[in-house]
């Protein structure tokens, strides 16, 4: 933990040219700049399943997380986690039994979580206005050690995605294609709902939790105009949101704005952009597995927002 640390204070010193000059705002970049590239690679899943609003039901069970941990006088962050955990298993349960449709299971954890979260709130010793930092983000306060907990929280979910990354995209393509592959669907499911709930936590102080769906759909939608591949769209989409951070931190610096807001703004400013200018809209796009794991049958896919008229073959070892 102390080498960690050190690190991370090697890395406040640095020198940055404007406006990265100053500890804080090298210190809100380092934190910045990962869940920049970690919210939209979970994101890109996500948007492929179309489960695009589950980091917005995470993040309100993740405000009941933080309230109770108000009053119960822990930190905040792993009461978060914990509940944040639990509540997206809960909507991978009730999604995958049928019990209620993916938009009806949100719903559900969506208005019960906020409604939790202010209940909670309310009888904690700093009252409501205790959750507001969480609700916004307060990336230019963040300690060293804050930092180090979003780097490492970012580095699970890196290795996460090149260990499993494969099997996600082979059930998010089509589950019953990946049922009959004899991949684990249910276990891909919940461990991208538990991935999903981690990166809402560890944004939590970049964005806030208000925010935190944009930044794992805003750069994966704009990546997807963009890229021919699903390779491509996880790596475009994360690009774009380390330049998001990046561009909404400087505004955030110049003009004395908010820091979070300004960051998902660059990002739908990007979207918006590239949309106009790109004009690549009907593109055709077949997204493939490159090459499938050992004992799994090739998995090929079509991106559900476009249309093709004719199907396009994967290709695999024999």
Known sequence: MSGGLA??????????????????????????LVIGICAPLIGTFLVQQRLSLMGDGIGHLALAGIAAGLLLEVWPV??????????????????????????????????????????????????????????????????????LLVVLLGLGIVVAVAAF????????????SARVAGLPVGAGNALLAVLTAVTVVAAMQVVGVLLVAALMVLPVATSRNLARSFRGTLAGAAGIGAFAVVAGLAAARQWALAPGGSIVLVAAGTFA???????????RRTVLVEAPAPGTAPVTGRDPHED???????SGSG
Do not use: C, K, N
């Open 165 to 176: 990354g494969r099997t996600l995209f082979a059930i998010v393509i089509d589950e019953e």
């Open 78 to 147: 792993w009461s978060a986690m914990v509940v944040a955990a639990v509540g997206a298993l809960s909507i991978e349960w009730l999604r995958s039994r049928r019990r209620a449709t993916s938009d009806l299971a949100l719903a559900l954890w969506f208005y019960g979580g906020i409604a939790g979260g202010v209940v909670l709130a309310s009888r904690s010793t700093g009252g409501s206005g205790a959750i507001l930092p969480y609700l916004f983000g307060s990336i230019l306060t963040v300690d060293r050690s804050e930092v």
């Open 273 to 283: 952009v590239v949309g106009v200018v790109g004009g690549r809209t009907g593109t």
């Open 7 to 32: 690190g991370i204070a090697g890395l406040a010193v640095l020198p940055l040219p404007w406006p990265f000059e100053r500890e804080y705002m090298q210190l809100a970049l380092a934190a910045g």
């Open 308 to 314: 093709h008229d004719h199907d396009h073959p994967g």
